[in-house]
């Protein structure tokens, strides 16, 4: 006898499924696009009518993804949509929505609970619903399950619940969303066999879980992992800096080691979706189980300070060229949370901006992926992205090295600003004074 599962995996395998993806940002935009390229039709949905108006018309708003892949995918039959209600036509549905921190640093699920609430009166027989945003282990058992099964499908046997949390790397060159190994982790065993069938077609590895809390574990681990890693090195180079040591210098020495050591550098704080705020949800269901996750916690307070760190080392630079920051002129170079991408998500070099005009400085900034400030829930900005040249350069007291994109002249900047803040170790073993290390 045929079962539900049955043929939702023999419609995934012939690729008769429609893939649904809720969220078409820098997770659910590049996995539209692998769907799109090996032959699925892909419904994608998204509360903001601009970017749906944008992909319908066969644009991309994101830089590192061409336009030109949008415009085939809406040859090959995707559309775009704010109508929740359309869920009913998709056999698979990936949620790729934001979860960030709240004002108290704890998890914020308003928009996974908001999305699932607003898709759950439309979810029908034979579906698999994927969780891929980052999250606390328990989600998807204890936001998600008792929400998809109130229409009184059973899950496990009519509805399949999985996570599978994403590892999107944006502007990264070496990966891509089919080489990037998929985890999957599913409610029920049947579950976890839909869940894989739905990846496996898309992704060259599939790696196949226990459960969804051992997935939501997993993805929390590989970024405490790097958050824990960056803190260290972070303290290291306040240490390293008194000491009259550059810590770029030594990070390099250790990675020659062939075994053992892996390099982390320093820099001027956290950014991206993940790294800065994966340790706060784990730190936050820990407590639900007494546990006081100090270590991740300590990683996190070093990480956080030094955005405070830079602007007190530019205040030092300041000083020596007998100047005071209030009153002075600021440029920070690089608003994006890493070079080459125009992904401002939880960018330290932002939290840097308000530090710097909070003490009466006036902040300006350039960017050749961010010509305008975006429009942030947290941060606002009346800003465009100044043109660098000798001059700009000139004008300005001092300038913050935030991100070390590829398309700034380091040459130039070195030569005609008056005082630099690098906080990339762009400028390794210069000693000239104008050049101050953070």
Same mark, same amino acid.
């Given at each position: ?11 995934? /395998? ?8 809720? #969220?078409?940002?820098? &997770? %659910?935009?590049? +996995?539209? @696009?692998?769907y $799109? ?51 009913a ?51 998807t /058992? ?8 109130? #229409?009184?499908?059973? &899950? %496990?046997?009519? +509805?399949? @619940?999985?996570? $599978?949390?994403?590892?999107?790397d ?109 340790p ?29 760190y ?23 170079l ?51 992205s ?53």
């Amino acid at each position: 006898m045929t079962t539900i599962k049955d043929r939702v995996i023999d419609r995934l /395998e012939r690729k008769d499924a429609v893939i649904g993806i809720v #969220g078409l940002g820098y &997770v %659910g935009l590049p +996995l539209m @696009l692998r769907y $799109s390229d090996i032959g699925y039709r892909v419904l994608g949905i998204d509360i903001d009518p601009a970017k749906v108006e944008r992909l319908n018309a066969g644009s991309s708003y994101i830089e590192h993804i061409p336009g030109e892949r949008v415009s085939r995918a809406r040859d090959a039959g995707f559309e775009a949509t704010t109508d929740f209600a359309r869920v009913a036509e998709a056999d698979a549905v990936i949620l790729c929505v934001p979860t960030p921190l709240n004002k108290y640093r704890e998890p914020d699920m308003s928009f996974v609970i908001d999305t699932v609430d607003a898709l759950k009166g439309h979810l029908r027989e034979g579906q698999v619903i994927s969780l891929e945003s980052t999250t606390y282990p328990g989600t998807t /058992e204890e936001e998600l399950l008792p929400r998809v099964e109130e #229409g009184g499908l059973v &899950v %496990g046997r009519e +509805l399949f @619940l999985v996570y $599978s949390p994403e590892r999107e790397d944006p502007g990264n060159p070496d990966f891509e969303t089919r080489t990037i190994p998929k985890v999957v982790g599913g409610h029920t065993p049947a579950c976890r066999e839909v869940g894989v069938a739905l990846y496996r077609p898309a992704i060259d590895r599939v790696v196949p879980l226990s459960s969804t809390k051992a997935a939501e574990m997993t993805k929390l681990l590989e970024n405490i992992h790097r958050a824990v890693n960056i803190g260290l090195v972070n303290e290291m180079k306040v240490v390293a800096d008194r000491m009259g040591i550059d810590i770029f210098e030594v990070v390099d020495a250790a990675a020659t080691k062939p075994f053992g050591f892996t390099p982390y550098y320093p820099g001027p704080g956290l950014g991206g979706h993940c790294i800065p705020i994966d340790p706060f949800y784990l730190t936050w269901k820990a407590r639900e189980y007494g546990l006081h996750t100090r270590f991740i916690e300590l990683s996190g307070e070093i990480n956080q300070g030094m955005p405070e760190y830079v602007v007190g080392k530019l205040m030092e630079g300041l000083n020596q060229q007998g100047l005071a920051l209030k009153g002075s002129r600021v440029l920070v170079l690089g608003i994006a949370y890493k070079k080459n991408v125009d992904d401002m998500r939880e960018s330290p070099s932002v939290q840097i901006m308000e530090l710097v005009r909070a003490r009466g400085a006036e902040v300006a900034y350039s960017d050749p992926h961010v010509p305008v400030f975006p429009t942030m829930r947290e941060h606002h900005f009346d800003l465009e992205s100044v043109p660098l040249t000798p001059t700009t350069l000139a004008d300005y007291d001092a300038v913050v090295l935030a991100t070390d994109h590829d398309r700034f002249d380091y040459d130039m900047i070195r030569a005609h600003a008056r005082l630099i803040v690098d906080t990339r170790g762009i400028y390794r073993g210069d000693d000239i004074d104008k050049v101050i290390k953070a």
